[in-house]
């Protein structure tokens, strides 16, 4: 009896006791909530633990928890492909030999494609190869808006349209992030200039803040639901905006809803006080050996790491700043590294070629053509002269943080060799820049004049000259760190062309750059294309676009103005651009890009929105569903379209909004709505462009609110900003 007691007790003791022990903690229970699993694992960690995971352990990584089975966070460049590794400590490449991968277009190109499906499938493919390569976080895209073409990293940007880069940046999000990958929207926020990076204090209207500088960034976290977000290294109010308390408490975290990690730019902490309070969530660095405690112990002098321990410890900050980081570094985990069900990616396969070629093509605007001199059919010449070195440079190499080691970069001149045949193209490299470094100009070792001299021998004996010029990824050029010091082509290109022009006036140019340059030459060149970095696929997109098998249809997503005077930041003067190093004074206010040119009647070289195709649309009568709307509703506008040209071929219709009697100045127009829209030769489609009412909005500082004003509006029906071809009046009631 007793025996069977015993073993009544036993099974009772198992019965209750096994479950306790079979069951997982809370934190690591799949089918509990998030918010519970971050309570219970922010329970179970200590002080110190807590703060190892709130910096850097190295260059490109953070600590997990060890103890509690919490993975490290490891982190890539971006935003155009995953970055090559480097070594534990510093920038030094890893020298991997499996860390090579896909590069994507550059950001303005994906810009120019005005098409939110290729973004969506460009982020995907990113996240992809992310996720593959083990990266937990991708560190883009940049939406920091194009406000001087001198300014360095634009070629990182979407343009220089609030709108647009609105439009484009949700997707590509969605799609990094599907793979359990955090996409990280940078810079936050207004880092339009390289120059005084580092130091610079932006004083801007609340108005532009809210209309033009935060608007890519808002869409990211309120409609992309953006996973992570980086700060600038520049200053707002006189604080640095990476622990900036009216940026990033107020507004990202506070009006926005943020949820995720807000992390620094590398080394754009300045203060422990500040980073604790005002918003930072993760400290990341560049400069761990140049603290004098040395390489073994750097990582404890961040300002988030000792300094903060220590202020907990004294009693001068309160833990639960430390605990509300940790709660948004562990969500951050359990969307990422510890989402048991996320994909396991992939990487350099042929679909991520596809997407790189596909943005590329869709990329390229062309901007002059006269006398149809685009598309050259094979057969057209007999002799085809390459000339220019942007022809064959590597041009995802350089360029900063977004540099990357590519499996394969085809350049233009590979791509025509292929097209058109060898025997009939014969290049020659007119101009040389040196390597790409980071902060310094490297010498070509070339001889300019013979290189000249050769080009226009090569010009002389052609049947037509395609240019391949423009800007680089070298220092003060398209790069990281610092601006371009004008707006002219480097490397004496301008003076190459007139040479060339003088030989042979059988020329077009393809420009590769991020930003607008002048073109002295323009009158005297038969075509015109403005391309871009185009990544992996550069050649043969190149090559499909000049060969006619792809009609352009990339858009301008920036102004060209005639002078650098003529844009809205250089207008002003140097209060305005570049500041005086210590602040810069946004004198143009609201009027960026188009606005300005626009509202201030001054015609640019190129509008923004503007390309020209091979084939040519007509637009039937554009028609809106009622004649006023109340401010909740959505206008709803039609137009039919007709390919009437001798190809397929792409338009992409604008639509841009006035306010008639405005109380607060506006721009004469602003972007509201676009489509792409494929149509195959005689092909015709209607159509849809929907607009909220909402969207009519501006920021009212009087209010320190967005308002819709009863007023009639202005729909205009646009293929750029400058084009409009019809015009439907609406009314918005009280
Ligand atoms: C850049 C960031 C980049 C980071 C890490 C910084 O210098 O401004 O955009 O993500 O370095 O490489």
């Known amino acids: 009896m007793k025996e ?249 975290k506070g009006d926005w809803k943020f949820d995720g990690v807000m992390l620094t730019d590398w080394g754009s902490a300045h203060d422990t006080d500040e980073a604790a309070r005002n918003g930072l969530d993760l400290e990341m660095g560049t400069w761990t050996n140049g603290l004098t405690w040395g390489l073994s112990s750097a990582y404890d002098q961040y300002y988030l790491a000792r300094p903060f321990l220590e202020k907990i410890k004294r009693g001068e900050l309160p833990e639960s700043l430390l605990d509300e980081k940790i709660r948004r570094i562990l969500r951050l985990c359990f969307r990422t590294n510890m989402n048991r069900a996320r994909p396991f990616g992939r990487k350099l396969t042929d679909e991520h070629t596809a997407v790189a070629r596909k943005v590329a093509e869709e990329g390229i605007v062309l901007l002059k053509n006269e006398n149809e001199f685009f598309p050259i059919q094979p057969g057209r010449y007999k002799k085809i002269a390459v000339i220019g070195e942007n022809a064959v440079k590597k041009l995802t190499e350089g360029g900063g943080s977004s540099e990357l080691k590519a499996r394969r970069e085809v350049s233009p001149l590979q791509g025509l060799i292929e097209k058109y045949g060898k025997e009939n193209i014969v290049y020659s490299m007119g101009y040389a820049s040196g390597a790409p470094d980071y902060n310094r100009e490297l010498p070509s070792g070339l001889d300019a004049d013979s290189l000249v001299a050769s080009a226009v021998e090569v010009a002389k004996g052609a049947d037509v000259v395609l240019f391949f010029g423009g800007l680089n990824k070298n220092f003060r050029q398209d790069c990281e760190g610092d601006d371009r010091e004008s707006m002219d082509l480097p490397y004496g290109q301008n003076e190459l062309l007139d040479k060339i022009l003088q030989v042979n006036p059988n020329v077009g140019v393809i420009l590769i750059s991020g930003n607008a340059v002048s073109m002295p030459w323009l009158d005297r060149v038969k075509g015109l294309m403005q391309s871009w970095y185009l990544g992996s696929e550069a050649g043969w997109a190149t090559a499909r676009v000049i060969g006619g098998e792809v009609s352009p249809s990339g858009r301008l997503p920036f102004s060209i103005p005639r002078r650098l005077e003529d844009n809205s930041a250089h207008y002003f003067g140097a209060r305005s651009y570049p500041g005086d190093g210590k602040n810069v004074y946004y004198c143009d206010d609201i009027l960026v890009g188009y606005r300005w040119h626009d509202t201030r009647h001054i015609d640019p070289l190129f509008p923004f929105g503007y390309g020209l195709s091979y084939t040519r649309f007509e637009y039937g009568k554009a028609h809106v569903d009622r004649s006023a709307y109340a401010c909740c509703d959505t206008v709803q506008v039609e137009v039919e379209v007709a390919n009437v040209g001798d190809m397929d071929g792409a338009e992409t219709v604008q639509l841009y909004v006035s306010q008639q009697n405005p109380s607060l100045p506006r721009p004469v127009k602003e972007l509201k709505g676009f489509q792409k829209l494929f149509l195959r030769k005689g092909e015709k489609k209607w159509v849809t462009l929907n607009v909220p009412v909402q969207d009519f909005a501006f920021y009212d500082d009087r209010q320190a609110r967005w308002v819709v004003e009863p007023d009639r509006y202005k729909l205009q029906i646009a293929t750029s900003s400058r084009d409009v071809r019809q015009t439907v009046e609406v009314v918005v009631n009280p």
């Open 4 to 252: 069977k007691i015993n073993a009544l007790l036993a099974l009772l003791v198992w019965g209750v006791a096994f479950p306790l022990f079979a069951q997982l903690p809370v934190y690591l229970d799949d089918s509990m909530p998030v918010e519970e699993r971050i309570e219970d694992a922010l329970s179970r960690m200590t002080l110190e633990e807590k703060i190892a995971m709130c910096h850097a352990q190295s260059k490109f990584s953070t600590p997990g928890c060890p103890r509690l089975g919490i993975p490290e966070i490891w982190m890539s460049d971006g935003p155009h492909g995953v970055r090559m590794e480097f070594v534990w400590d510093d920038w030094t490449h890893a020298q991997w030999t499996n860390d090579s991968c896909t590069a994507y277009p550059a950001l303005t190109c994906l810009a120019a494609t005005f098409n939110p499906e290729l973004s969506y499938r460009y982020g995907k493919a990113l996240g992809e190869e992310a996720r593959y390569r083990g990266k937990d976080i991708i560190l883009g895209p940049g939406v920091n808006i194009y406000r001087t073409p001198l300014s360095g990293r634009n070629f990182e940007y979407m343009g220089e349209d609030p709108f647009l880069s609105s439009v484009m940046v949700v997707p590509y999000i969605r799609g990094v992030q599907e793979n359990g990958v955090a996409a990280c929207v940078k810079h936050f926020v207004l880092n339009n200039q390289e120059k005084y990076r580092n130091e610079i204090n932006v004083v801007v209207s609340d108005r532009a803040l809210n209309e033009i500088y935060l608007q890519a960034f808002k869409a990211a976290v309120m409609q992309g639901g953006v996973w992570a977000v980086m700060g600038s290294y520049n200053k707002y109010k006189g604080t640095y905006c990476s622990h900036n308390d009216t940026l990033i408490n107020q507004i990202l």
